[in-house]
């Protein structure tokens, strides 16, 4: 006789919540991610189920290069969610993979007491992965709901391999973060507490 596996437990609360690279360029139109229409409502949610419980919310907005569709001060580049600016919701600019790497972002959480977070948003492989490393690499709990990050899918390389899912490729991501980071089946799941 075998025991039944029990379901996960839901994580702990989450005192910030860090909303990656939601912009119009990759949440809209021709070149919005091949889940965006599933994407949105999950992260609209987290944002307004963290703002209620006075967590701290970081929306990060990359600053593409010339010609890019996230390039600054273009339609694709705007935030496709509005900021309720407050001292517990902001945004900040970047120009690297990393939301940590030259923006204010570790300030801002040392300085809420925050111990433990939420990622989501997207590239679920580039900026939602290296975002979360460098939060796991400061010492900070990160959880990663599943349904809540995105990606493009990968074309076909010749000689190397077909065209790759685009969930295939935000499950991998997650599962390259190894063990130090909870990835949580639905952003249902992901609660808040206010940092502190």
């Not at 339609?75 to 120009?95: C, F, N």
């Not at 010492?139 to 074309?155: E, F, K, L, S, W």
């Not at 390259?176 to 206010?194: K, Q, T």
Request: with cysteine.
């Amino acid at each position: 006789m075998t025991a039944a596996l029990a379901p996960p437990l839901p994580p702990a609360p989450v005192q910030a919540l860090i909303v990656v690279d939601v912009q119009t360029a990759f949440v809209t139109g021709t070149a919005a991610v091949p889940g965006a229409a599933r994407l949105l409502p999950r992260v609209e949610d987290l944002v307004a189920r963290a703002r209620t419980a006075g967590s701290l919310v970081v929306h990060l907005q990359n600053d593409g290069p010339p010609g890019a569709d996230d390039e600054p001060d273009t339609p694709g580049w705007e935030l496709y969610l509005p900021v309720a600016e407050s001292p517990r919701e902001t945004a900040l600019r970047k120009t690297e993979d990393d939301g940590f790497a030259g923006t204010p972002l570790g300030g801002l959480l040392d300085a809420a007491g925050v111990r433990d977070l939420a990622v989501c948003g997207v590239m679920s492989e580039m900026c939602v992965s290296a975002t979360a490393r460098t939060a796991l690499a400061r010492g900070h709990r990160v959880v990663v709901p599943h349904d809540a990050h995105a990606t493009q899918n990968i074309p076909a390389a010749p000689g190397i391999s077909g065209p790759v899912p685009a969930a295939m490729v935000s499950r991998v991501a997650e599962w390259a973060l190894g063990d130090g980071a909870e990835i949580a089946a639905h952003a249902a799941d992901v609660a808040f507490a206010p940092p502190g």
